[in-house]
């Protein structure tokens, strides 16, 4: 899909121009007031006030210079908010068979009703009423209604902010494995980087109203410019590894991520299955000499790339290059400059905790796992 859109309010203006990409999930990210839910809402059709041009295929939603602006109805883009808006006098089914009714497109390629309980594993919940559910089993019911509405576009506005930890846990693999499964691009608003970094393949930064960074996930979290506009505490970055073996004795799972092995609490995965790892710049600390008799085992051998001095703070962040991947680490400038730390020199990272996520198909839970006491080696 590609949009050309300018959105013009009294103090505030959206002027935004970006081909999403045709598959997967594009995770919007940005600070409050920086146009994400606006984007969103032009692109549903709720906006009346939107100029410019939206192509979905061959499909044109929106052309002002042509007088072509189609209602948000006739669009074929499911919403799926953090008020979920189920229908509270209709069970389940009722209120998913309901969305099918108002499917568009041809029957034949719509999702079957069974699929898509399946992929939500809702069969247990189809007789109960909605106000009998948890948080949690309402959005799944309100993902499974967006998906049986048969659109061509998903998109979330931060439809898990209203969830405890636990609960956003259960329900992101779901959302990975939607998109996949049925072939359904999606746009995922949230203000909670590790919701998007579980999720997304593709990022949009948007900062005042306007583009600040695109491209995928892993590319955009290393960039050290936009540190103030990620969140300098949650910045990270986004790596791919697969599960390498099982310690059971120590209750132990190694990761192969490149040419560096990391230990982390014990996965429910089988051998292969592949994980992606978050790590926080927060949580990641540099020595010039590799450490011995510490507490934190993840040491990982590497050359500084990249040094980037915050003046207006006491911090400064380092990407350091470990091989096939890099790492973002936060530390004070004071620290920085007694290292030495400069493009080229030769660092250990120590990594105190990361997060991870099975591979989409596996339907996993996303956890922090705090690696700080766990072996690992290069």
């Known amino acids: 899909m ?3 859109l300018q959105v013009c309010f009294p103090n505030f203006e959206l002027d935004v121009s970006h081909t999403f990409a045709a598959e997967g999930i594009t995770g919007l990210f940005g600070q409050s007031g920086s146009g994400k839910t606006t984007l969103l809402r032009a692109l549903a059709g709720l906006e009346r006030n939107a100029r410019g041009t939206i192509r979905l295929g061959d499909t044109i939603w929106l052309d002002s210079r042509s007088g072509i602006n189609q209602a948000a109805h006739t669009r074929r883009v499911a919403y799926v908010f953090q008020d979920v808006r189920l229908f509270a006098h209709l069970d389940v089914s009722a209120n998913l068979r309901y969305a099918m009714k108002r499917a568009h497109g041809d029957r034949h390629a719509r999702p079957a009703f069974d699929d898509v309980v399946d992929a939500l594993d809702l069969h247990p919940l189809l007789g109960r009423r909605t106000d009998a559910l948890s948080g949690g089993e309402k959005q799944r019911v309100a993902i499974a209604r967006a998906v049986l509405s048969a659109p061509q576009l998903l998109l979330f506005d931060e439809p898990l902010a209203a969830l405890d930890v636990r609960r956003k846990a259960e ?29 997304a393949d593709q990022l949009l930064v948007l900062s005042a109203g306007k583009v600040a960074a695109h491209g995928p996930v ?42 560096h092995l990391l230990s982390v609490p014990a996965l429910d995965a089988a051998i292969g299955t592949g994980v992606r790892v978050r790590i926080r710049a927060r ?3 540099i020595a010039r000499v590799k450490p011995e008799q510490v507490s934190i085992r993840n040491v990982l051998a590497g ?19 470990v091989g ?26 120590l990594i105190k905790s990361v997060a991870l996520e099975r591979a989409a198909a596996e339907l996993p839970a996303i956890s922090d796992m705090d690696v700080g006491t766990l072996a690992g080696r290069k």
């Open 324 to 349: 096939e991947a890099q790492l973002r680490a936060r530390l004070t400038r004071r620290s920085a400059v007694e290292l030495g730390l400069a493009p080229g020199v030769e660092v250990f990272a």
């Open 303 to 321: 050359a500084v790339s990249e040094v980037r001095e915050e003046t207006d703070t006491a911090y400064a962040e380092i990407l350091v290059d």
């Open 171 to 199: 329900i992101l693999p779901y959302i990975s494995n939607l998109s996949r499964r049925f072939n359904l691009p999606g746009i995922y608003v949230s203000h909670a980087l590790d919701e998007i970094s579980a999720l």
């Open 218 to 259: 892993a590319e955009v979290l290393e960039r050290l410019d936009l540190g103030p506009l990620l969140g300098r505490f949650e910045a990270g970055v986004v790596l791919n590894a697969t599960v390498d073996s099982h310690d059971h004795g120590y209750v132990l799972t190694t990761l192969a991520c490149g040419q």
């Open 2 to 4: 590609h949009a050309v």
């Open 283 to 285: 949580d990641v600390a």
